[in-house]
């Protein structure tokens, strides 16, 4: 690490340069938080905690890390954007060379305004990649699949000029723009909601299932994962509800692996609550804002994943102040590193329960009065 290779300057030179050397260094080594390190002697790229990363900053933070850490993350294009901008990918392994690992898929910020989304996967990948030592047994037999922007467009036009949007940048027609990503997946699609059809809601679900480049990409990479065998589990990031929720959404049915959702939920749940004291909920889909179709949760359990999860991140400070979408700058460290530790707890618990002995076929048999059971 940076900041130990620094102490070692300080036992030299004159008692005040050596205070005033070793102030400036807990300072910078505080500010860093350790996210700077080295390893084999290359700086690895700063992750920076304290401010909301752009898109540039996001495909160029992935580019420098994929660049020093080539044996164990690779960049994949997912394509394009409405706008044309990269919807780029993170393959992560323990770089052992072994294929067909099962795989964890975790995509971020569906939804333009959830600002914690994008920064958090930033800071998986970089658990995972840099802070290897720690965390090698998430990636012992299980390769990890980050998209950490999947509505870039609609985050930068959040960013830039309207912070409350939540959608794509597409038109629906000559007044209206915006398809709401997490309503435009081929389940249930317009199910059970008049707003998913208006052009101009926030929640309109597209001009038909899969319309939108992005969800067309999260798609691809759920159907790549689970037709080779290898979709374990799909965690989609937004926030900021502090709760862990399960399919299925679109109807209150239960699934035939509920109690398995809601253990390996309560099991992150409880981790974060001994670690910071914040209560995350743990439910249905179904009982967070009722019944909705069109969510890559559903869609990600009907293609296969035997785990899905939406991990909605917290909102609120150190200070219990509630910030929802967009907590300020002195915020952002500590509630990505708490969602870290449900989103290691999650993985963690899914992995003990689907050991690579234990088929992830046949699983639980979806049960949705809109699903029939015909692959
Ligand atoms: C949506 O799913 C239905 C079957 O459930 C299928 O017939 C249809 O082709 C799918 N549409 C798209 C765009 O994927
Ligand atoms: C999360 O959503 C539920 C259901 O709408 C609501 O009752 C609850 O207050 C929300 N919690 C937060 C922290 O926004």
């Given at each position: 690490?940076?900041?130990q290779?620094q102490y070692?300057?300080i036992?030299?030179?004159g008692?005040m340069?050596?205070?005033?050397f070793?102030i ?6 505080h500010?860093e938080?350790g996210?700077?390190?080295?390893s084999?002697?290359?700086q690895e790229?700063?992750?920076?905690l304290?401010?909301?990363p752009?898109y540039?900053?996001?495909?160029k933070?992935?580019?420098?890390l994929a660049r020093?850490?080539r044996?164990?993350?690779h960049l994949r294009?997912g394509?394009?954007?409405y706008?044309n901008r990269k ?6 392994s323990?770089?052992?060379g072994?294929?067909?690992?099962r795989?964890i898929?975790?995509?971020?910020a ?8 994008p920064i958090?996967?930033l800071y998986v990948i ?9 965390n ?5 037999d299980?390769?990890?699949?980050v ?14 000029v309207?912070?409350?949007?939540r959608?794509t940048?597409s038109?629906?027609n ?7 990503l ?9 199910m059970e909601s008049?707003d998913?059809?208006d052009p101009c809601s926030?929640?309109?679900a597209g ?8 969800t ?9 994962l689970v037709e080779?065998n290898?979709g374990?589990?799909?965690?989609s990031l937004?926030s900021?509800n ?16 509920k109690?398995?959702?809601?253990e390996?939920?309560k099991h992150a ?7 910071t004291g914040?209560r995350?909920?743990?439910m249905p889909?179904y009982?967070?804002?009722g ?7 559903d869609y990600?359990?009907?293609v ?6 939406i991990?909605?991140m917290?909102?609120k400070?150190q200070?219990g102040?509630e910030h929802?979408?967009?907590?300020p700058s002195s915020a ?10 449900g989103?290691r707890s ?7 329960k689907?050991?690579p002995s234990?088929p992830?076929w046949?699983?639980?048999?979806p ?8 692959w």
């Amino acid at each position: 690490m940076l900041c130990q290779s620094q102490y070692a300057v300080i036992t030299f030179g004159g008692i005040m340069w050596r205070a005033l050397f070793a102030i400036l260094v807990i300072y910078s080594c505080h500010v860093e938080g350790g996210s700077f390190r080295r390893s084999g002697g290359r700086q690895e790229p700063q992750l920076n905690l304290d401010e909301y990363p752009s898109y540039e900053d996001i495909m160029k933070y992935l580019k420098d890390l994929a660049r020093l850490n080539r044996n164990r993350i690779h960049l994949r294009d997912g394509g394009r954007s409405y706008e044309n901008r990269k919807l780029q990918m993170a393959v992560i392994s323990n770089g052992d060379g072994r294929p067909n690992k099962r795989a964890i898929f975790i995509d971020a910020a569906l939804h333009a305004r959830e600002w914690l989304c994008p920064i958090t996967a930033l800071y998986v990948i970089q658990q995972l990649v840099v802070n290897y030592q720690e965390n090698s047994y998430l990636l012992d037999d299980y390769d990890w699949v980050v998209l950490p922007l999947a509505n870039p467009d609609g985050y930068e036009y959040s960013r830039n000029v309207d912070d409350y949007w939540r959608n794509t940048r597409s038109p629906n027609n000559e007044h209206c723009y915006g398809t709401d990503l997490n309503r435009n997946f081929n389940y249930s699609w317009i199910m059970e909601s008049s707003d998913l059809k208006d052009p101009c809601s926030e929640n309109f679900a597209g001009s038909g299932p899969f319309s939108e480049p992005e969800t067309r990409t999260v798609r691809d990479i759920m159907l790549e994962l689970v037709e080779s065998n290898r979709g374990l589990m799909y965690l989609s990031l937004h926030s900021a509800n502090r709760s862990i929720y399960y399919p299925w959404r679109d109807y209150g049915e239960r699934t035939n692996n509920k109690a398995e959702h809601e253990e390996i939920a309560k099991h992150a749940a409880d981790r974060i609550y001994w670690s910071t004291g914040t209560r995350m909920s743990t439910m249905p889909g179904y009982f967070y804002h009722g019944m909705v179709g069109g969510i890559s949760l559903d869609y990600a359990f009907k293609v296969g994943f035997p785990v899905a999860f939406i991990f909605e991140m917290s909102g609120k400070d150190q200070n219990g102040v509630e910030h929802k979408f967009f907590p300020p700058s002195s915020a952002i460290r500590g509630l990505v590193q708490e969602s870290w530790l449900g989103i290691r707890s999650l993985a963690e618990k899914a992995i003990e329960k689907y050991p690579p002995s234990r088929p992830l076929w046949p699983r639980a048999k979806p049960k949705s009065k809109f699903w029939n059971w015909n692959w």
